[in-house]
DNA sequence: ATACGTTTGAAACAACTGTTTGAAACAAAG
DNA sequence: CTTTGTTTCAAACAGTTGTTTCAAACGTAT
């Protein structure tokens, strides 16, 4: 079929010309270009720029979705919920993570994934969250409460904002993951691989949110 | 002098503006109509929207760096090396971030601080990655260092990317923090103010650069 | 082959962008 | 008051943006 290569094609140029610039310093006209399709059919086939946008999300977070709601059911079936911890937890989404982007290029997708998911939070508030929120609030939910069994002993309100400084370590890190990775190069003449990287950030996460707060 | 009254009014709609929503986002015509000043203004004082964007970031980077480095000196003169704490350094980071940004509406300002911060990282990846590092690189290079001075035992490395983790659990956070803030406020009826955050965040970093590898 | 719904194509549209212009208003000094 | 340099203003400019239009090309059932 080829309006389905059609908008596959324009798709993957979105995705990744979003992922570069940013949602509104990426024009429609570059997008087509690089798609090698007419201007007119990402309105033909989308609607408009913001449907567009939705839609790359999308073909990104419901496989990621739904595989992450079978895992958890299998993680929550082997373990009854006293040996809850969060490492296994975290084990569960870092699988996840990975395993949601098939191909041979995953280690670049992940990159995309996540550097779209910090500009969709940073930039562009309106639309993008209203649609985020409506579409997969369910799956946000869900691994929050999974997180808050594994830590019964911390306050509700302490694990929220702990979580949200987890996933904004991760967000950040990989939204400039490029420019990160050639300072480390240039200044330590390391070079970490996407793997080793998500190595260091389980730990620090781990420790982050299991850290008992000490009397100063 | 009326033109210095000009210069701050369109600094100051400007900064509130590229907070709101982001750099490309927002038009000139935007900026000079809440500052009540001519639309030719913004070039005839700053040359071109790039320029203004610097000027925003330097009028708050410029007294931040200075006052950071001053109060790392009298921290430096305190203490040896060898008691040179994380605990120690992360409180001066804390202080100075706090009184760095003067005025009644402090709280306000260090959101819009680091939500600049955050979109520079994400959006705009040209002139103003340059301009950060042109202009306040001795800065963080230093601030990284001492860090590594009290972490002799983790490797530069490890130590490099946990502190970008630990940025970014600071960036990303005050970059959406209205938003968070409503969530919590919904989902668990709480109301934590910014000094608030700032306490549970503070904790987490150092439980996060301090974790040590476990064997898994 | 004919007819019909779907998809593509080139061109144009209207709106908005940052920037420039040149005259007017202003302030300060001779 | 006149002159000088600086600042403001309304208007226009050239370029780009997302979107629309409508005819041509395509594929597919009758």
Redesign the pocket.
């Known amino acids: ?3 389905n ?2 908008v596959t094609r324009i798709l993957n140029a979105a995705e990744t010309l979003f992922a570069e610039k940013g949602f ?1 310093e ?5 997008i087509t270009e690089q798609a090698n ?9 989308f ?4 449907a567009l946008i939705q839609a790359v999300f999308a073909r990104f977070l419901n496989p990621f979705c739904v595989l992450l709601d079978s895992n958890l059911d299998a993680f929550e079936a082997q373990t009854t919920k006293q040996t809850t911890d969060l490492h296994g937890v975290l084990g569960v989404l870092e699988r996840t993570l990975l395993a949601s982007l098939t191909g041979d290029t995953s280690q670049e997708r992940l990159s995309i994934f996540l550097r779209l998911l910090g500009l969709a939070y940073t930039q562009s508030q309106g639309h993008m969250r209203r649609f985020l929120k409506s579409n997969y609030d369910v799956t946000y939910k869900r691994i929050v409460s999974v997180i808050q069994e594994s830590n019964p002993d911390v306050s509700e309100n302490d694990l929220f904002w702990r979580i949200h400084f987890a996933v904004g370590s991760m967000i950040f890190t990989f939204s400039s993951i490029e420019s990160l990775r050639a300072i480390a190069n240039n200044d330590l003449h390391t070079d970490n691989t996407v793997p080793d990287i998500v190595k260091m950030l389980i730990p620090f996460i781990e420790g982050g949110i299991n850290r008992r707060l000490v009397a100063p």
Do not use: I, P
């Open positions: 079929m080829t309006q290569d059609t509104s990426t024009t429609l006209r570059s399709v007419n201007l007119a059919a990402v309105n033909y086939h609607g408009s720029k913001k």
